[in-house]
């Protein structure tokens, strides 16, 4: 009997989460590697609309698992189904996304089935046994990590690590209820961000900024680029969040946001691993940078060596006058 795989979904507000898709991709390649069948866990509760859902959209069978403390996410509720479903079909390995809940209970998870947890996850190499890539070192040493055999492996997997496929066919669902006990803590809900906030998942087009602009008011100049498009939006690298910036909210990467947009325009970005994480799966990367040796370059379609300061302005110009009607002759 070939062995299994688990993919724990994340959901919010009744919709499965983009990160999902990516980590069932990763699962998928996994599984194929060793001969193994994948398997979507999902913890909710009603659970059978989202375990449908994510069943067409991924292609992938799915194990949903219902109880009441599983209405909204829970450290605590995920790891007692958890540990109790892993018990019980004892899968090769355990997937969850390297996000903010991914982070919240892999390792506590872990634990209580007294196996590994190794974070970070880029990549594998079919070996004997399998081993997985995660870099170290701001991604200057990739490591290789093979967990102990006869123990259960929790991996958290980066986003941007594998690319969803479009689904061939519908995956089946099974229900299993589960009694579980009320925790101990509760989950107070989710601040909503402010307005505009949210753009960075539906924006056809961000202009992100990174350490190279320099100072904070020469922030405005990658703001203007980004209003010149319809279907624009700003955002940053870890960098300009963390010195105030920009909220939170506005930062892609490994700690931030995931995004797929048509466009996305990198101004001042060295291209740190964290970074690209969260944005290596654009359709067109636009780089400006001074350092051609900038490691961004490596991943962008096009790539431009010359100082943003000077040739934003020429650009926003270009596109200011192309969006602008001609006069009319008559």
């Known amino acids: 009997m070939a062995r299994e795989i688990f993919a724990i979904a994340e959901h919010r507000d009744g919709e499965v989460r983009p990160e999902t898709m990516e980590l ?4 998928r390649g996994l ?3 060793m001969g193994a069948r994948l398997t ?3 913890l909710a509760c009603p659970a059978q609309k989202l375990a449908r859902q994510l069943a067409a959209q991924a292609g992938t069978d799915v194990l949903a698992i219902e109880s009441k403390p599983l209405a909204v996410y829970n450290a605590e509720a995920y790891i007692a189904a958890l540990a109790k479903i892993i018990s019980e079909r004892k899968p090769a390995y355990v997937l969850v996304s390297h996000t903010a809940t991914g982070w919240d209970f892999a390792a506590r998870l872990a634990v209580a089935l007294q196996g590994s947890c190794s974070t970070g996850i880029t990549g594998f190499r079919k070996a004997d046994p399998i ?3 995660r870099p170290i070192c701001n991604g200057k040493i990739l490591a290789e990590v093979a967990p102990l055999p006869g123990t ?6 980066m986003p941007g690590a594998a690319n969803p496929v479009a689904a061939k066919r519908k995956g089946r669902v ?3 209820h589960f009694d579980l006990r009320d925790p101990g803590t509760k989950n107070l809900g989710y601040a909503k961000a402010g307005r505009g906030a949210m753009e960075l998942g539906k924006a056809e087009v961000i202009v992100a900024a990174g350490r190279g602009i320099g100072e904070q008011d020469k922030l405005d100049l990658v703001r203007r680029l980004a209003e010149c498009f319809d279907k624009g939006a700003l955002a940053a690298s870890r960098p300009i969040i963390d010195a105030g910036w920009l909220p939170l909210e506005r930062q892609v990467g490994q700690t931030g946001q995931t995004v797929h947009p048509r466009l996305y325009i990198a101004c001042g970005i060295s291209g740190a691993l964290q970074h690209i994480a969260g944005m290596s799966g654009s359709e067109l990367i636009l780089a400006i940078n001074t350092d051609r040796d900038a490691n961004i370059f490596n991943i962008a379609h096009i790539g431009i060596v010359q100082n943003l300061h000077q040739f934003l302005p020429v650009l926003i110009q270009k596109i200011c006058a192309r969006k602008t009607p001609r006069p009319s002759n008559s």
């Open 131 to 133: 081993c997985f890539l």
């Open 40 to 42: 979507g866990v999902i």
């Open 152 to 157: 259960v492996s929790v991996l958290s997997i």
């Open 174 to 176: 099974e229900i299993s």
């Open 24 to 27: 069932l991709a990763f699962g």
């Open 31 to 33: 599984a194929e590697a």
